[in-house]
């Protein structure tokens, strides 16, 4: 690991000014994703600026209704809370799926919307990477895909993002929200990971003196009917091929309100607006969930090794579906 | 390489207040082996990625390995080395040893620490993926939740059966929850409670 100063922020004025001041500075939660990044000296920064003493890490309801999670909150303190538990299921569950117990006592919120792609040609720094090295190429493309995109993937990078939480964030509409020294910024989630295209190096809308300082969550009703499910090729502790993040409401026989995210598939969180519309209105039916399946997919583009994952997602979208209309949870 | 300050980073291990003055990228697990001695804390990949490395952080358990010990300052750390003590074995060192829940034991200190952990937490109603009801106030322990949660550590050897029948014993002889609200972190009193009922 490349030797680096190390500065702790009793405050977000305080962390602003040193990130806005220091040369090649990045901030560290848990540590978790950038300290193994660092070590494969994949990051390399000359200063970090720890923000786990900052007074980020409550979570609240919001006069509106909905509910505001601090930047520094750790994923098991997130998934096990009241609030989340009750009113976001799929939160919880998204982030009991993704890491391990150890992992989710030090990863922060912030922490989780940042980490990087697991593609293994990613961590590799004898392979060529666009992401890591703008122009050098992608070794991934042609090579082994399994853990790669299906949506959203460009020539220049087919990698996925790993995040869970970050799915169900994408269906519950969630808001980052970031600071720095120019002032506060609210930036929609759906909006917050940027899809590859030429420029897969540049991985979200957050500036590099930006601090994500919370989560916000507006109320959602729907949300109370909501599961998260993974499939993945062990039962724990591994990323998702295909991860669903869905929320359903039902009136009449027909879908009164509807949320649906897609893991695993593509450089972002994947919201399934396409989806969404085929089953907003429609009878609550096997036939609907399946004809919103194929309309969200029938743009996914495999890679060599990974045809399966469509059909994969297909059959993730209507069994998540399908459970919620029944037992109201996929749990 | 560049320069590097030394940074003064004190912690409490295993009861004992410790002084150490490190480079800011030295991990927990490193200072603790390498520094202060306490090498039944075990580097297995070094990526977080086996559990080998778990330690307790104020009675939470985490990879020590992925933890920068600087970051640690003031916190109170508990490694196998802290666990019973005069008093002769820990309940779960010797469920373990009674189940067979190792072969070449290489995993089994952060299998330990990070039973241990998983115990607080359940006392204290986190759920966890494989939990039903995440509403329900109380969530029994089955074997598919000890499973899950403890799926952070990887047995190479494959003692898993032992190392559930290991844990499963404790906890029938922990009564009661250790009564704690769940989105607070583990606290020192409240995990101390804990390690005295599974005494």
Not at chain 1, 197 to 209: V, Y
Not at chain 2, 108 to 120: E, K, N, V, Y
């Amino acid at each position: 690991m490349k030797a680096f100063s190390y500065v702790s922020a009793t405050d977000v004025p305080a962390a602003l000014r040193a990130i806005s001041t220091e040369p090649n500075a990045k901030f560290i939660g848990g540590g978790t994703n950038l300290v193994d990044l660092m070590r494969e000296e994949i990051e390399r920064p000359d200063t970090i600026i720890d923000i786990t003493r900052l007074p980020l890490s409550g979570i609240e309801e919001l006069p509106g209704g909905g509910v505001r999670i601090g930047a520094t909150v750790r994923n098991s303190h997130l998934a096990a809370h009241r609030l989340i538990r009750t009113r976001y299921p799929v939160l919880s569950q998204a982030v009991l799926t993704g890491a391990s117990a150890q992992l989710r006592n030090m990863a922060t919120v912030g922490g989780n919307l940042l980490q990087r792609t697991r593609c293994l040609y990613f961590y590799d720094g004898a392979a060529a990477c666009n992401k890591r090295e703008p122009g050098r190429g992608c070794d991934a493309i042609g090579g082994f895909t399994r853990n790669h995109a299906i949506l959203g993937a460009s020539e220049a990078c087919v990698a996925t993002h790993p995040s869970d939480m970050c799915v169900a964030l994408a269906a519950l509409d969630a808001t980052v929200v970031a600071e720095s020294i120019r002032g506060v910024r609210r930036i929609p989630m759906t909006e917050f990971h940027l899809l590859p295209g030429e420029t897969p190096d540049a991985e979200t809308a957050l500036a590099p003196d930006e601090l994500i300082t919370a989560v916000e969550l507006p109320e959602t009703p729907v949300a109370a009917t909501s599961a998260y499910r993974k499939v993945r090729d062990r039962a724990s502790y591994a990323f998702a091929l295909v991860s669903v993040a869905a929320a359903l409401e039902t009136g009449d026989g027909a879908v009164s309100a509807v949320r649906l995210a897609l893991g695993g598939v593509a450089a972002k969180p994947w919201r399934a607006h396409l989806a969404e519309q085929v089953l907003l209105g429609a009878p609550a039916t096997e036939e609907s969930f399946q004809r919103a399946a194929d309309a969200e997919l029938a743009p996914a583009v495999a890679q060599s090794q990974n045809a399966f994952k469509i059909e994969l997602a297909r059959r993730t979208i209507v069994a998540t579906l399908r459970r919620l209309l029944t037992d109201g949870s996929a749990a | 390489m560049g320069r590097q300050p030394v940074v003064e980073v004190r912690m409490r291990v295993n009861g004992v207040m410790e002084s150490l003055d490190l480079e800011p990228r030295v991990s927990l697990l490193d200072a603790l082996r390498e520094r202060l001695g306490l090498t039944g804390t075990k580097k297995g990949c070094n990526q977080g990625a086996c559990g080998a490395c778990t330690v307790l952080a104020d009675g939470e358990r985490i990879n020590s390995c992925l933890a920068l010990a600087v970051q640690y300052d003031g916190r109170e750390i508990t490694t196998i080395e802290g666990l019973g003590g005069g008093e002769g074995a820990h309940p779960l060192q010797s469920a373990f040893v009674r189940n067979d829940g190792f072969q070449c034991g290489y995993c089994t200190s952060g299998q330990i620490c990070s039973a241990i952990g998983m115990l607080a937490e359940h006392g204290a109603g986190a759920p966890s993926a494989a939990t039903e009801h995440l509403s329900a106030d109380t969530i029994e322990l089955s074997d598919a939740e000890i499973r899950e949660r403890m799926s952070g550590n990887l047995c190479r050897c494959g003692a898993y059966n032992g190392i559930v029948g290991a844990i499963r014993e404790v906890a029938a002889a922990v009564p009661g929850e250790v009564g704690r609200d769940a989105m607070e972190p583990v606290t020192e009193p409240a995990m101390e409670t804990a390690m005295e009922t599974v005494r």
